[in-house]
């Protein structure tokens, strides 16, 4: 059985202590499990620490979250940037890299698309509607299972292996991908053009995603890619 190393997500504990918890909503492991895939949680650490864990795993998961620091791309803070956190963005950031230079299978689902694409050196819109985006519902009201818009490939493999050329998905970001990081490509665009999905050329799976698989059963075969 393979073994997925996942990126924790994080809250604030409530009362006094006020301390962070680091942890995973519960969809993405019900994904995973379905998949046949084991998993284990990579909170943010030391690198020499995580130096000694990746070599051990079969591949890497980067689940949804808050913004990505504009810092780390070179852009100023705009008024409608959400909560960061840099110790976060630092360890992410961190695997990505590790992944696409090894040769990690990995998958980035929403705010881990975002990663990716910073992490091979590029920028994002900071909030789509601010700046232009208004045709298309990327953040939208309505809960699980509902969806906001289509998709469609401009690629083949792998989504081509489990989705038609052209279908819908859910959409919960305000943030989304500018300019492409290095060796990456597109696979899937929005109706207004934003990149929905990306693969960097030449790897064997580092495969990012903008809309939420883990709380669409009929997309969940998309995490078996990760057993390549």
């Not at 990126?7 to 019900?30: C, D, I, N, S, V």
């Not at 232009?132 to 289509?150: D, M, W």
Request: aromatic share 8%; glycine share 10%.
């Amino acid at each position: 059985m393979r073994l997925i190393g996942i990126a924790t997500q994080h809250r604030l504990t409530e009362g006094p202590m006020g301390k962070r918890f680091w942890g995973l909503l519960e969809p993405y492991l019900e994904a995973l499990a379905s998949q046949g895939l084991a998993y284990v949680l990579l909170p943010p650490q030391d690198p020499e620490a995580l130096e000694r864990i990746l070599p051990h795993l079969d591949g890497l998961l980067l689940p949804g979250g808050g913004d990505v620091d504009p810092d780390r791309y070179g852009e100023e803070p705009q008024p409608r940037l959400g909560e960061i956190l840099p110790e976060r963005d630092e360890h992410e950031i961190y695997l990505a890299r590790y992944a696409a230079e090894k040769g990690l299978p990995t998958l980035g689902i929403c705010r881990g698309i975002q990663v990716m694409n910073v992490a091979l050196g590029e920028s994002l819109y900071q909030d789509l509607e601010a700046q232009g985006f208004t045709e298309v519902q990327h953040y939208q009201k309505s809960p699980p299972p509902a969806l906001a818009h289509r998709v469609s490939l401009v690629a083949e493999d792998p989504l081509s292996r489990i989705f038609p050329p052209s279908f819908r998905v859910n959409s919960y970001h305000h943030q989304g991908i500018k300019g492409l990081g290095a060796g990456l490509k597109p696979l899937a665009v929005a109706p207004d053009g934003l990149v929905e999905a990306l693969a960097l050329e030449g790897h064997p799976l580092f495969l990012g995603v903008q809309w939420h698989p883990e709380l669409l059963r009929g997309h969940w075969p998309l995490f078996g890619l990760l057993k390549v």
